[in-house]
């Protein structure tokens, strides 16, 4: 139970999701990936509109609890998150408005090295 | 807190109240929480969490390139000189428009908000249309606020579909030279921080 | 999973309207809404992942045609039944005890 008088302590501390991990990342900034194209029944952050899509490491966040575990009862299972730039003719073709990009921050385990595909 | 609630719920507003009263009323009993947390909640996210707090920040971050390089490098740290962090901003990017990109911010998946920087979103933000269709059609969106995006500029969609919180940095209007901070802090709007606005050219004078 | 809560990129939504503007909770169900979810999870009830993935498993339909709050009402019953915090009896019974007292009418 978290008393009255603690309130404004816990929304300023917040519930950070960085976590510290042993394995170093597997990508680097500037390297190109393609997301995983796996339907799951379950909880995941990778976005339908982002499935089977190529995109460019842009920066590493340091790893994160990996809500799709988390969220199946899994525990924690920290990861390593990677904020991803997918240009918005890759995602949507032709069907884009014009010059753009989309940024989504995704764990490593949505990620094939660019040359799998 | 005043009721209202006869518009645009499903069911009667009675049958809402009634089922989170129940279950406050049975987690109270089982120990879990705290009554008067839930007042102290709702007075802070009411009443000191909101926008002019990120106001105060692109407000610093103009009046001082050393801070706004720090804020661009590390949004997370930097906010934490400010003594800003906390709920739905544990870990943040500040992200600066120029005359080259502008940069939007959505949660496609649910309605995830800088909290600490601009307090609880906007309806619309939460809405299925700007949810939709931001990552698609980002200048057909910003059209229907009012702002046109030119096609040689780039504009970055942000979805915060995992724990990272983004901010928009606008840019600084142009006659705003010498202004004080707590001046500039007045000129900046809460749409111009999630990337829907621009702040206009202030007269001279 | 694919859900209707995954929705971008999805066409048909019509326009934004920026003058449905309130970052007020519209009624005291609401707030309240929100402070029992986050005090809930501040007594480890769930986790947030939880939360979410419950949201997203309402049906399409019902997620179209109830209000932002009304998804965390939803994932609050889910998860604390769903986790034995409580029963769906207790929770049926301590609803028509309000009723029978005219508690919701208030609000």
């Given at each position: 139970?978290l008393p009255?008088d603690?309130?404004?302590?816990a929304?300023a501390?917040?519930a950070?999701s960085l ?8 990508f680097?900034?500037g390297e ?5 194209n ?6 995941t952050?990778l ?6 899509k ?20 899994q525990?924690?299972c920290p ?14 073709g ?7 990009a989309?940024?989504?921050s995704?764990?490593?385990?949505y990620?094939l ?5 | 807190?005043?009721?209202m ?11 809402l ?8 009323t049975l ?19 009411q009443?000191?969490?909101g926008?002019?707090i ?5 407000a ?7 801070y706004k ?8 740290e930097?906010?934490k ?8 901003g544990?870990a943040?990017?500040i992200?600066?428009?120029t005359s ?7 949660c496609?998946l649910c ?8 307090g ?24 229907e ?8 500029r780039?504009?970055?969609v942000?979805?915060?579909?995992a724990?990272?919180r983004?901010?928009v ?5 142009a ?5 004080t901070?707590i001046?500039?802090?007045a000129l900046?709007?809460?749409d ?6 621009a702040?206009?050219?202030?007269a001279a004078? | 999973m ?12 019509g326009?934004?309207?920026p ?7 519209k009624?005291e169900?609401?707030?309240d ?5 986050l ?8 986790n947030?992942?939880?939360?979410r993935h419950s949201?997203?498993?309402i049906?399409?339909v ?10 965390w ?5 889910d998860?604390l ?6 029963s769906?009896e207790?929770?049926?019974t301590?609803?028509?005890e309000?009723a ?8």
């Open positions: 139970m009255k603690m309130v404004a302590v929304v501390t917040g950070p976590r510290p991990v042993e394995t170093s990342p597997r680097q900034v190109t990936i393609r997301t995983i796996d339907t799951f029944a379950t909880h952050r976005p339908g509109y982002a499935r089977d190529p995109g460019t490491i842009v920066g590493y966040e340091g790893a994160h609890v990996f809500a799709d575990a988390h969220a199946a009862g525990g924690e990861d390593h998150l990677y904020c991803v730039r997918f240009d918005s003719k890759s995602l949507w032709k069907g884009s408005d014009g010059s753009g989309v940024y989504l995704l764990w490593e385990s990620l090295a660019g040359d799998d595909q | 807190m005043t009721a609630g006869h518009d645009d719920h499903t069911l009667p507003p009675s049958s109240a009634l089922r989170i009263k129940a279950i406050e987690m109270v009993e089982k120990g879990k929480i705290d009554p008067g947390a839930v007042t102290e909640i709702v007075d802070i996210f009443n000191k969490l926008p002019r990120g106001a105060k920040v692109v610093r971050a103009w009046s001082d390139p050393a390089a720090r804020l661009l490098a590390d949004g997370t930097a906010l000189e400010l003594g800003i962090g906390g709920l739905q544990e943040m990017h992200l600066e428009n080259e990109v502008h940069n939007v911010i959505v496609t309605s995830c908000y800088p909290w600490t920087v601009l609880l979103p906007p309806s619309w933000y939460k809405s299925a249309a700007y949810r939709s269709r931001i990552v698609i059609e980002p200048r057909a969106v910003l059209a606020f009012g702002l046109q995006i030119s096609d040689d780039e504009v970055r942000y979805d915060s579909n724990e990272i983004y901010m940095l606008p840019e600084r209007p006659g705003t030279d010498g202004w901070e001046q500039l802090e900046v709007t809460r111009s921080m999630i990337g829907v606005s702040l206009t050219a202030v004078g | 694919r859900s209707i809560a995954d929705m971008g990129g999805i066409q048909g939504f326009p934004v309207d003058a449905d503007d309130d970052t007020r909770f009624a169900w609401e707030a809404t929100f402070a029992v979810n005090l809930s999870l501040a007594a480890g009830c769930f947030i992942d939880e939360s949201m997203e498993k049906p399409a019902e997620y179209l045609t109830t209000t932002y709050f009304e998804h009402l939803h994932s609050l019953e998860l039944i769903s986790k034995g915090v409580f769906q207790e929770y049926q301590r609803i028509a309000l029978a007292k005219g508690a919701g009418d208030a609000a």
